[in-house]
């Protein structure tokens, strides 16, 4: 799945009580259940692709079925064989080969796995890397963040050099550098905006450019508007506005570009708990082609739909 920009209109609000859609069954194993999860995938026709993150699997919820989910990577307990995954952080979908792309951050590693029913075992694509995010531009180049090297890197299926795209200078909070990098979003331009998750900031570093900018954030640690705290998942819109996963602040924050002095709460910020206009540590983002958006709500165990108004 490509970085997907969203059209949303200017003026757009959200219902502030979710629905939950996956999950929200307490922590555990079972296929109505999610332990943690990370990253997920909104597709066409409203399915989701969660990454269930303790269970060491992805799960593939449908639309409307929010009793069960199915699992459709891992799930095999956590090891290192092409059939199980340890820890995933994030997934996206080629369209293309209909595959799978997975963060397999406990491994080290990025794989594949095929869509197709009775798939037993992924492929390796990407080895020795502490992968935690993913994207995809248009061409179908992968964007990997490594946690460990402080960088992002662009890949091409099928050969084994990679671009620097972002940081690798060292771990720091220079405009060249990255803190533990998460979540990525690539836009139209190939700009990679990244979560630079011990820096409290969004970075975005325009195609080519040796340092980013400070497009969300980079305030310190606080819960101001001008502040993030640990951000996750984020998603950009046609109209370059930036959505962002404010994980540590339990809310769903939205900044206009050029104008990165302070954003605003759209969803959640009402303390950490378990009610329907609250998160318990926010990490993945996704929005369906009506502008609905979905959240995975790590500590819940659960996936929330906020339906736009």
């Not at 502490?130 to 180049?141: F, H, I, V």
């Amino acid at each position: 799945m490509f970085s997907l920009l969203v059209n949303i209109s200017a003026n757009a609000n959200w219902v502030q009580n979710g629905v939950t859609v996956a999950g929200g069954n307490g922590a555990g194993g079972a296929t109505n259940q999610l332990n943690q999860p990370y990253g997920l995938v909104v597709n066409d026709d409203q399915t989701l692709v969660i990454v269930d993150h303790m269970n060491h699997r992805i799960m593939q919820w449908e639309n409307g079925d929010t009793t069960n989910g199915q699992v459709v990577a891992g799930g095999n307990g956590e090891g290192n064989g092409l059939n199980q995954l340890k820890y995933p952080t994030d997934v996206l979908i080629d369209k293309e080969t209909g595959s799978l792309i997975i963060c397999d951050w406990g491994n080290g590693r990025v794989v594949r796995w095929s869509r197709c029913s009775g798939t037993k075992q992924g492929e390796l694509l990407i080895d020795s890397l502490q992968c935690s995010g993913l994207a995809m531009d248009e061409q179908r180049y992968l964007y990997v963040s490594d946690w460990h090297t402080n960088e992002v890197r662009r890949y091409r299926f099928g050969e084994e050099t990679a671009t620097l795209v972002a940081g690798g200078n060292g771990q720091g909070d220079g405009l060249n550098q990255l803190n533990n990098p998460t979540y990525l979003f690539v836009d139209g331009q190939k700009n990679v905006y990244v979560s630079d998750w011990n820096n409290n900031r969004v970075m975005k570093w325009n195609k080519g450019a040796k340092e980013g900018i400070v497009v969300a954030g980079g305030q310190g640690q606080g819960n101001a508007l001008t502040q993030l705290y640990y951000p996750q998942g984020i998603v950009v819109d046609t109209l370059g506005r930036l959505y962002v996963a404010d994980s540590w602040n339990h809310r769903v924050m939205r900044w206009t570009q050029g104008d990165k002095k302070q954003g605003s709460v759209i969803v959640g910020g009402n303390n950490s708990g378990a009610g329907a206009n609250q998160f318990n540590y926010p990490f993945g983002l996704g929005f369906d082609q009506h502008g609905n958006l979905y959240v995975t709500d790590y500590g819940n165990h659960r996936v929330q739909r906020f339906s736009i108004e």
